[in-house]
């Protein structure tokens, strides 16, 4: 049998393709790059609480509105004072991208800040700034979307502005690799991922988001 898998030129070019397939995803995969397993640059404490949903009255409308929020806290203990600004992303399952704090009314903020019951929460754009090294210098600030879909399932979101860590793009010939914008640049970024059990708008509970395990990434 092993013979005429060795003889046939069908067999042959089989194997050959399946090689060039797995070699080609081992060199894409090396092309992409991925957060140093150890610290390389500054580092910040951030702690998070799950995403909570929750539907606001007026806000600007004369309908209901739902949000998700994410609250976080912010230490630094990484040596030098450091400038701090905040960025998240919630991505959905299509793909689609949804920035953190955008065109959000502030009677949102208002109602999540009572609801939360903290007076030292802040949103992000207050949260900017320069940030000191200790406990007591922790900053205490929360996130929000407006919901992109009441069907939301599973979702990530990507906590910006926690590393130094970065890196620039290149191509094979060790040339910069630019967009638009101007060269990449690759940041490490903490991936936060959920996922919703059963219930629908209205009807999600805290205790049906689940938590999947969280990662550094590159992007």
């Known amino acids: 049998m092993r013979d005429v898998i060795r003889s046939s030129p069908f067999a042959c070019l089989v194997l050959a393709a399946l090689l060039l397939a797995n070699f080609a995803l081992v060199a894409q995969a090396k092309k992409f790059p991925e957060p140093s397993p150890f610290p390389i640059s500054w580092e910040l404490d951030f702690k998070h609480s799950a995403p909570r949903r929750i539907i606001v009255d007026g806000a600007g409308s004369s309908t ?7 609250t976080y806290t912010v230490t630094h203990h990484s040596g030098a004072e450091r400038t701090f600004f ?7 399952a299509d793909g689609k991208a949804y920035k953190g ?9 208002n109602v999540i800040k009572q609801k939360e019951k903290n007076q030292l929460l802040e949103k992000a754009e207050k949260l900017g700034g320069e940030l000191r090294q200790g406990e007591d210098q922790a900053k205490d600030g929360v996130v929000i979307w407006k919901e992109p879909s009441s069907s939301l399932r599973t979702f990530n979101i990507y906590a910006y ?10 191509d094979d010939d060790g040339k910069p690799i630019t967009d638009k914008d101007g060269p990449i ?10 996922s ?9 509970e805290p205790n ?3 938590t999947k395990p969280e990662r550094w990434v590159m992007r």
Do not use: C
């Not at 209901?64 to 994410?70: L, V």
């Open 161 to 170: 502005g926690m590393s130094g860590e970065h890196v620039l793009m290149k």
């Open 64 to 70: 209901p509105n739902a949000y998700w929020y994410m």
């Open 101 to 109: 704090d955008f065109l959000i009314p502030d009677e949102v903020f």
């Open 86 to 92: 905040p960025m998240f992303e919630l991505v959905a």
């Open 208 to 210: 049906q988001i689940e």
């Open 185 to 194: 640049i690759l940041r490490k970024t903490l991936e936060l991922t959920y």
């Open 196 to 204: 919703i059990r059963g219930g629908t708008g209205a009807y999600v």
